[in-house]
């Protein structure tokens, strides 16, 4: 799960860009290749929460 808590990128999902933003929570389910990009100058903080498959 990564919560946007500042700034603007996109999402990396496989072969997917997702445009995200402040606020905006996003989950990338399990061994699934993702990653995350700041497209600009301005800082981009996103809180990553990582947790072991149930």
């Given at each position: 799960?990564?919560?946007?808590?500042k700034?603007?990128?996109?999402?990396?999902?496989?072969?997917?860009?997702?445009?995200?933003?402040?606020?905006?929570?996003?989950?990338?389910?399990?061994?699934?290749?993702?990653?995350?990009?700041?497209?600009s100058?301005d800082?981009?903080?996103?809180?990553?929460?990582?947790?072991?498959?149930?």
């Open positions: 799960v990564y919560h946007v808590l700034g603007q990128g996109l999402f990396i999902l496989e072969d997917r860009e997702i445009e995200m933003e402040a606020g905006l929570m996003l989950v990338a389910p399990d061994g699934m290749p993702h990653g995350i990009r700041n497209h100058r800082r981009l903080i996103v809180l990553a929460i990582l947790a072991p498959t149930p």
